[in-house]
């Protein structure tokens, strides 16, 4: 996965998180079907984070 593949993934999770904290907002809270999506997000987002931070550091350190 290139590393603008890794940063629009990213992208997609933390809109739709917006969108699921956004809602919560407006109709007082999430429901627990929602809680799990969310708790999964940011399970996906620091998976995303952490490969694009080795990516990063694979480029700084790669010889070819």
Do not use: N, W, Y
């Not at 739709?16 to 809680?35: D, F, S, V």
């Not at 990516?55 to 070819?64: E, G, I, P, Y």
């Amino acid at each position: 996965m290139a590393a603008h593949e890794i940063t629009d993934r990213i992208a997609d999770l933390i809109d739709e998180e917006h969108q699921l904290r956004k809602g919560a907002l407006h109709h007082g809270g999430l429901t627990p079907a929602e809680r799990l999506r969310l708790k999964e997000l940011e399970r996906q987002l620091d998976v995303a984070v952490e490969l694009l931070h080795r990516r990063q550091a694979l480029s700084v350190f790669d010889d070819d």
